[in-house]
C-alpha cells in the first residue's frame, strides 16, 4: 500500500551502505505479515531510483511467509494467503506470532571496479 | 577468471577486474565486521555486503521517543483506526462532549487532505492538532511515527491527561506503524460485513478493543452479530468489544469509560 515511502526509505538505507559504491542487487527480505505487495514494490523501486545512484540496483526480495506458534499444542503453523490466525494442528486460537513482520534489507552486491582501488590504480 | 583477492580476515575472492599487480584496499575492509566472509561463490566484479538493516526500525525509534514524551508529561495515548467512514471522527464527538470538563483530551488528527474533520471535532474545549504529510513511511494510507512526533509538537502536553489519534481510514497499514501510543483500538460498522477481520487480520489482531459501531442500522442490514463475534475471536481471542451507535449515543459509555480509563 506504502510501497512508495518503502521504496524511498529503503533507498535512503541502501545509499548508506553503499557509500558511494554502485550497487547492482539489493536483497530485502519481507515478512508476509507486512502486506507489501512484491510486484508493487518493484514497481515503486523502479520509479524511487531512476536517475540516481542507485539506478542500477535490482531488488531480490525473499518473500517470508508469517510463522505462528501454538501455545496449546506447541505445533508451528505457516500462514496461508488468508492469514487466519488458528492452529492448524489442534484448531485453537492461542497463537503467537514468531515469524512475519521482517522487512529487512539483508545485504546489497556492489561493483568492485568502483570505489575498490581508492584511485590508487587505473581502472583496466 | 581473475585474481584473487586476500581480504584481512582470510577470506578470499577473484577479480576479472584488475590486471595490474597490486596490493589494495577495499573500503569495506575498515568495516569488516559488515562483510559476509566467503565471497568464493561469487562471480568476479561483485561483492555481497552483509547490511541486515531492520527499515522499520526508525519508526520504531520514533514512536518510542513519542511514548517516552507522553508518559514524561503523564499522557496516556490511545491510536484509533478504522476503514474509511466507519465512524471514527463521529464517535470522537461524543467522546469529547462526554469527557468536556472531566478528562483534558488532545486529538491528533489523520485526515491530511483535508480539515474537515478537525472542524467537526471544534468546540468541545480538546486541543486539536493537525498532522502534515512527511517525507518519512507515512501519508495518505496510515500514520508513521515521525508524522506523529511532529503532530504532538502542536499540542500542550502538560496541559492534558488524554491523547487521541485518529488514524487514516484505512484496514491495511495502520496496524503495522507503531506510533508512540499506549493502547490500539478500531472502529468497525456494520455495514462493512462480518468478513472483514477474516480479511484484515493484522488489523484486527492488533487491537485490544473493537468498537462495533452503527448498530442504528441492524434493522435495515442482514448483519450476523454471532457471525462476526465468531470472525473476530478467532483472529483476536479475548478482545474487547463495545456495540454502539456513535450516531444515537446508544453504548457509548462503555466505550468512554474504557478510553478514559487509567487516567
Ligand atoms: N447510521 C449511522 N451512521 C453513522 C454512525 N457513525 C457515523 N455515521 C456516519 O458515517 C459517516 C462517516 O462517519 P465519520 O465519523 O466521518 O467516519 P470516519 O471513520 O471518521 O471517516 P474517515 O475519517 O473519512 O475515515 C458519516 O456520514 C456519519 O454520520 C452511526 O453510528 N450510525
Ligand atoms: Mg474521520
Ligand atoms: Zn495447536
Ligand atoms: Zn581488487
Ligand atoms: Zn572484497
Ligand atoms: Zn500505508
New interface residues.
Given amino acids: 500500500m506504502h510501497e512508495v515511502s518503502l521504496s524511498l526509505q529503503l533507498a535512503a538505507a541502501v545509499s548508506r551502505a553503499a557509500r558511494g559504491r554502485q550497487v547492482r542487487v539489493v536483497y530485502v527480505a519481507i515478512g508476509a505479515l507486512r502486506q507489501v505487495v512484491p510486484e508493487a514494490l518493484e514497481h515503486a523501486w523502479v520509479f524511487t531510483v531512476r536517475g540516481t545512484p542507485l539506478g542500477a540496483a535490482e531488488l531480490d526480495l525473499d518473500l517470508l511467509p508469517a510463522v505462528l506458534t501454538c501455545d496449546e499444542c506447541g505445533a508451528d503453523t505457516k500462514l496461508g494467503p488468508e492469514l487466519g490466525f488458528g492452529c492448524a494442528a489442534c484448531g485453537s486460537a492461542a497463537t503467537r506470532v514468531v515469524s512475519g513482520e521482517q522487512f529487512t534489507l539483508t545485504a546489497i552486491d556492489i561493483d568492485i571496479e568502483k570505489g575498490t582501488c581508492d584511485g590508487t590504480f587505473p581502472p583496466t | 577468471m581473475g585474481r584473487f583477492h586476500r581480504h584481512d580476515d582470510g577470506t578470499v575472492h577473484a577479480?576479472e577486474?584488475?590486471?595490474?599487480d597490486?596490493i589494495?584496499?577495499?573500503?569495506h575492509e575498515e568495516e569488516r565486521a559488515?562483510l559476509?566472509g566467503d565471497h568464493s561463490g561469487y562471480a568476479t566484479?561483485?561483492?555481497?555486503?552483509?547490511?541486515?538493516?531492520?527499515?522499520?526500525a526508525?519508526n520504531d525509534r520514533f514512536a518510542a521517543a513519542n511514548r517516552a514524551a507522553l508518559d514524561a508529561a503523564g499522557v496516556r495515548a490511545v491510536n484509533l483506526m478504522s476503514s474509511p467512514g466507519s465512524g471514527k471522527t463521529t464517535l470522537l464527538q461524543r467522546t469529547l462532549a462526554a469527557l468536556e470538563g472531566r478528562v483534558r483530551v488532545g486529538i491528533v488528527e489523520g485526515d491530511i487532505e483535508t480539515p474537515l474533520d478537525a472542524e467537526r471535532l471544534d468546540g468541545f474545549g480538546a486541543q486539536i492538532s493537525l498532522l502534515n504529510t512527511g517525507?518519512?513511511?507515512?501519508?495518505e494510507?496510515?500514520l508513521d511515527a515521525p508524522m506523529v512526533a511532529r503532530a504532538l509538537r502542536g499540542l500542550d502536553l502538560a496541559d492534558l491527561d488524554l491523547v487521541i489519534i485518529e488514524n487514516v481510514g484505512?484496514l491495511?497499514?495502520p496496524a503495522?506503524f507503531e506510533v508512540g501510543e499506549h493502547r490500539k483500538a478500531m472502529v468497525f460498522s456494520l455495514p462493512e460485513g462480518e468478513d472483514k477481520p477474516?480479511k484484515y487480520?493484522?488489523m484486527f489482531?492488533s487491537v485490544e478493543v473493537v468498537v462495533v459501531n452503527k448498530v442504528d442500522l441492524a434493522p435495515y442490514l442482514e448483519f450476523d452479530m454471532g457471525l462476526f463475534r465468531r470472525n473476530l475471536?478467532?483472529?483476536?481471542?479475548g478482545v474487547t468489544v463495545f456495540e454502539l451507535s456513535a450516531r444515537t449515543g446508544e453504548g457509548v459509555g462503555a466505550w468512554v469509560e474504557w478510553v478514559a480509563g487509567g487516567i
Fill in positions: 577479480h577486474h584488475h590486471d595490474h597490486h589494495h584496499e577495499h573500503q559488515e559476509i566484479g561483485r561483492e555481497r555486503i552483509e547490511v541486515l538493516e531492520d527499515i522499520y526508525e517525507n518519512g513511511f507515512g501519508g494510507c496510515h484505512n491495511v497499514c503495522e477474516l487480520p493484522v489482531r475471536e478467532a483472529v483476536n481471542p
